[in-house]
């Protein structure tokens, strides 16, 4: 008897399990079954897990932890992409001056756009989906008039990216990692920390789950969504800065329609996308799991378009908001309450 | 302004749009030269054809309170899928095949939202980066032109090309009777009243009796519909199907042209010939910029100005 209650209880703890860590999951599996499938092409091996994490950092990983704060509040962003490649172009520009200045301002151009999408949002009282495409256009159009090609980024505070770290530490990376993997990790343990242990934090979740019963309970709705979009707009420049900064040139159409993929990252993550719901590790592991795909694509045959990448993350996309629906879910209480207390 | 009577706050609001599209059109026939002739209305109505057959669709999502930002790689889809298939069936038995496929996704779209509940922008985001994909593998990373096509490739470029009496545009025919159609089903059917119902309050309306699962499966199927249309007539007027460029934030045009007519994102509300309005105003910026010789990047920033006051001014109908 205490036998089949104990195994009810570790059923439902594992049945619980799945569904909170239902992303973890997920990209463990992701992982095993590539380690499996493509044995012969070191999958596990340092050097192929760090040139992955390279890639996430370079790429836009960072745009969905940024987007994160964002969607937690219940807003969207759709402008990172665009605060991307201007930062970099800024960097470039104004760094001819003074390296540290060009940093500045690099960063500076993230704050500044999150500002005023903020103050669009809750002063102004626009929608966020329509402020930031406007800030997305807007942008665009400004990384244009300020220059016309690429800006080449030298000496040697504006590529700092490009320094590598622990040489000969980790097996197989004689040369060292570069530091971009390690402020990836950095950036989202901040992230991390400040989502569970600031008021900031707590007040996003609040927010982002009933803006009028946060605004009720004294919390000030629009300084914590000027804040979340500062975040994601600091955060947007800093990788930004960063790309540039490794690769030693800034691209006037880097990030482009990376806020799609910014999302999509964090939907994977089960971050969900109507407010208040969802953590920064989940939203880490949506970028893993996406570059993980990345880099598979990397391993087959020429013969299969790279295209099938888009299809596959789209439909991880529909799998994962899937698993979290709460339709399903509420299927799931039934089962387990009372059938009297089952209607909706 | 809180110190405007309510009434005439609401004028302002209710005929911003149309006085801002009134002050383009002034402002171009003052200022810039050959603004009347009729190349110039012509080309007008050829650019404006998608965003207004997605601005319908749009305005029908966004008035059940979601949102569809897969319109654009829907066009992707089904401008190469028509591409695609006919060489070997014909013109009209491709696009009718694009245009089924396109349904299918936009029930898929109202099923998953009505049924399981899910958030629109999610699952249509999932769709927008799936079927981009499905366009480009489609077309095998290689852009379809026409010209290649032989006659059937030229047959279906006149569905770009073709001017009726020799003056309209052929694309006349899909804005007119898509405009119809929206405001008919909006203003005069019950479906159209339920609409606008299931965007108030999907509950109240679920327990007034309406079935919102097959109401949501429909707005999805018109939008994916109209978008496809788009595409097919869209791929027709640059004689080429590319996978990776057509429709191409087709979506976020759309969403615009909608907000800016006074549709709420929030939902409950349809205004169709707003939205066609707002199509016009979007319109009227890149061809004012255009045709007094702004560079495009200026025309951009002013785009995204004029986004924000037209949706500023209108915001109290949106509360």
Known sequence: MRGAEKMKKTLKTVSGLFYSKSTILAFLLLVVVTSIVFRDQNFLSVPNMMNMLLKAAKNGGFLALGMTFVILCGEIDLSVGAVF???????GLTGRFNPFFG???GLLVGVVSGLMIGFMVTKMRISSWIASLAMLFALRGVILIVADKSVVIEGSVLTFAGAKILPGVLPGMSGGISILIPLLFIVTFLCMYLSRHTRFGMG???????????????INVEKIKIKAFVASGLIAALSGVLLASSSGSATLSAGNIYETYAIAMCAIGGVKLSGGEGKFSGAFFGILIYFIINTIFTYLPSGISVHWQSIIMGALVLISVGVQSEALQEIRLQKRRTPHKAGR | MNKLRPETMERVQKYSAAALLLVFVLFNSLFTPNFFKLQNLSNILTQITPIVLCGMGMTLVISTGGIDISVGAVMAVAGVLTAKLMPDIGVLPAVLVAVVVSILIGCFTGIMVGKLRLQAMVITLGLMLGLRGVAQVLC??????FNKLGPTGEQLAQWGSYKIGGVLPVQVIPIVLSVAFAWVLVEKTVLGRQIQAVGDSPKSSRLAGIRTVSTLMFVYGVSALLAAFAGVFQSAKVMVAAGSSLGQMAELDAIAAVVIGGTPMTGGRAHVL????????????????VMNNIPDQYAQVFKAIIIVLAVFIQRGKAR
């Open chain 2, 140 to 145: 095998g990373g290689r852009d379809i032109y």
């Open chain 1, 85 to 91: 490649a201007l930062s970099g172009v800024v960097m």
């Open chain 2, 274 to 289: 707003g939205t066609v309005v707002g199509a016009l105003i979007m319109q009227m910026i890149t061809l004012t910029c």
């Open chain 1, 103 to 105: 940093l500045l301002c």
């Open chain 1, 204 to 218: 996003m979740y609040a927010v982002g789950g009933n803006g009028e019963a946060a605004r009720m309970m004294g």
